[in-house]
């Protein structure tokens, strides 16, 4: 089967991959709907990504942020991210990247014009919409930081749950699975959406590439049974 999906690969003009939190599994980062570890192992990542969880506890959400923006910069780019990264640079135009993920790996190594569905966890922005005092150079220091004319407080540039995706990329996330000859899923369990939709509505061929069942799996032309970083380099060889 991976033989037939390389083949599949050369053929493809346009190519759309679109990724999760398994992506990242190999260079260290939890996933979300994994076991987590250490400190934060009694929360759930699915209540603490929202609003709501920010406003009823902002020190503890601002916390699980805190920790998760140190793990992810000891951490480096997998050799899934850096396969991806230089397939793209080896056929410009021909590759688009689609990333549920946060964390900025795919940046990292290399990738340009990552459509970032969910965000950016390394960047801030307020909670609520800035007033002419808010200077986010200038905030008090504080778990959150916040405003010291009006409280406003400073929140990770995610997309939590409820919230609208940054319509640019989700538009152009769309049109790439529109007008893909193949579309690779990698590490994603297919349950969060607009993303995981963009697997349904691919015009070409679909590929699974993960070590377990997702949700996506009925829609798919091939599943592979692996790792990211382990598969990735072998498909995208020329
Ligand atoms: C490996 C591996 C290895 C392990 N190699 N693989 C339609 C139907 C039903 C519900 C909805 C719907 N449309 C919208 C909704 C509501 C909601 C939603 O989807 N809910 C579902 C849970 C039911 N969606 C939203 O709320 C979205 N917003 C929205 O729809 O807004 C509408 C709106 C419009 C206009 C105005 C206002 C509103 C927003 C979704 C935001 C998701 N945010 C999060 C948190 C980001 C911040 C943070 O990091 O804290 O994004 S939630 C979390 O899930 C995170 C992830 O990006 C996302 C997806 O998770 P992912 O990547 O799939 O990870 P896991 O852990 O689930 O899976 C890991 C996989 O890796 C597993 O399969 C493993 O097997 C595999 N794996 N090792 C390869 N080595």
Same mark, same amino acid.
């Given at each position: 089967?991976?033989?037939?999906?390389?083949?599949?690969?050369?053929?493809?003009?346009?190519?759309?991959?679109?990724? &999760?939190?398994?992506?990242?599994?190999?260079?260290? $980062?939890?996933?979300?709907?994994?076991?987590?570890?250490?400190?934060?192992?009694?929360? +759930?990542?699915?209540?603490?990504?929202?609003?709501?969880?920010?406003?009823?506890?902002?020190?503890?959400?601002?916390?699980?942020?805190?920790?998760?923006?140190?793990?992810?910069?000891?951490?480096?780019?997998?050799?899934?991210?850096?396969?991806?990264?230089?397939?793209?640079?080896?056929?410009? &135009?021909?590759?688009?990247?689609?990333?549920?993920?946060?964390?900025?790996?795919?940046?990292?190594?290399? =990738?340009?014009?990552?459509?970032?569905?969910?965000?950016?966890?390394?960047? !801030?922005?307020?909670? !609520?919409?800035?007033?002419?005092?808010? !200077?986010? !150079? =200038?905030?008090?220091?504080?778990?959150?930081?916040?405003? =010291?004319?009006?409280?406003?407080?400073?929140?990770?540039? #995610?997309?939590?749950?409820?919230?609208?995706?940054?319509?640019?990329?989700?538009?152009?996330?769309?049109?790439?699975?529109?007008?893909? +000859?193949?579309?690779?899923?990698?590490?994603? =369990?297919?349950? $969060?959406?607009?993303?995981?939709?963009?697997?349904?509505?691919?015009?070409?061929?679909?590929?699974?590439?993960?070590? &377990?069942?997702?949700?996506?799996?009925?829609?798919?032309?091939? #599943?592979?049974?692996?790792?990211?970083?382990?598969?990735?380099?072998?498909?995208?060889?020329?």
């Amino acid at each position: 089967m991976t033989q037939e999906v390389h083949a599949w690969l050369r053929a493809a003009k346009r190519i759309a991959v679109l990724t &999760g939190a398994g992506m990242s599994a190999e260079s260290g $980062v939890p996933t979300f709907r994994d076991a987590q570890t250490g400190l934060w192992a009694q929360f +759930d990542p699915m209540q603490l990504a929202t609003e709501e969880a920010f406003r009823a506890n902002p020190s503890m959400v601002w916390g699980w942020y805190a920790f998760r923006r140190e793990m992810i910069a000891q951490v480096d780019p997998n050799a899934g991210h850096l396969a991806l990264a230089a397939f793209a640079q080896r056929h410009p &135009g021909r590759l688009t990247l689609i990333t549920q993920n946060v964390d900025g790996l795919h940046q990292r190594a290399g =990738s340009a014009g990552v459509l970032a569905l969910h965000g950016n966890i390394l960047e !801030d922005k307020w909670l !609520d919409i800035p007033k002419p005092c808010c !200077d986010a !150079d =200038s905030a008090a220091a504080g778990n959150p930081p916040y405003c =010291s004319g009006c409280g406003n407080m400073l929140r990770p540039a #995610v997309v939590w749950f409820g919230e609208a995706l940054p319509l640019q990329a989700l538009d152009a996330a769309q049109a790439a699975a529109r007008e893909c +000859d193949l579309m690779l899923v990698v590490g994603t =369990s297919g349950v $969060v959406y607009p993303a995981a939709g963009l697997a349904r509505t691919a015009a070409g061929k679909v590929v699974i590439i993960n070590p &377990g069942p997702t949700e996506l799996d009925d829609a798919a032309d091939a #599943v592979l049974r692996g790792k990211a970083a382990q598969l990735l380099p072998q498909l995208l060889e020329d």
